[in-house]
C-alpha cells in the first residue's frame, strides 16, 4: 500500500478514535482540514454526489429550494417532453417535404373536394 493511503486511513482512524477536530488534524499531519473531512465522509459513505452538492449551490444561489416531485410526475413530463419532440420532428419533416416536392401535403379542412 502506498504511504499516502496508510496516512490517509491513520488520519481517519485518529479522527475517528480520538476527541480531535478536522482542524487539528490538519495542523498535526499538514494536510488541509477540508481533506480529512471529505476522506471521512467518503470512509462513512457520507460523501454527497455531484447532483446534491449541485442542487445545494443552485438552492444557495437562487434562496429556494427546489420541490420534490413525485416519480409519476417526472414520468408524465419525460413524455410530453418526448410527444412534443416527435411532433416537432414531424412538422419539419412535412415542411421538407413540401418544400423538395413542390405539393402542399397538410391536409386543409374548410375546403370541399
Not at 490538519?26 to 494536510?31: A, D, E, L, Q
Not at 408524465?76 to 405539393?103: C, F, N, P, V, W
Amino acid at each position: 500500500m502506498d504511504k499516502k493511503e496508510i496516512n490517509r486511513e491513520e488520519i481517519i482512524a485518529e479522527y475517528l478514535t480520538g476527541n480531535i477536530s478536522y482542524h487539528a488534524l490538519g495542523k498535526k499531519h499538514g494536510v488541509p482540514s477540508r481533506s480529512i473531512c471529505d476522506w471521512v465522509m467518503r470512509y462513512q459513505g457520507r460523501l454527497p454526489s455531484w447532483k446534491e452538492k449541485d442542487k445545494r449551490r443552485k438552492e444557495k444561489a437562487t434562496g429556494k429550494k427546489e420541490q420534490k416531485l413525485s416519480n409519476d410526475v417526472k414520468v408524465l413530463q419525460k413524455a410530453l417532453r418526448k410527444s412534443e419532440l416527435k411532433g416537432e420532428l414531424l412538422e419539419e419533416m412535412l415542411s421538407l417535404s413540401e418544400e423538395h416536392t413542390g405539393i402542399a401535403l397538410r391536409k386543409k379542412f374548410g375546403t370541399k373536394q
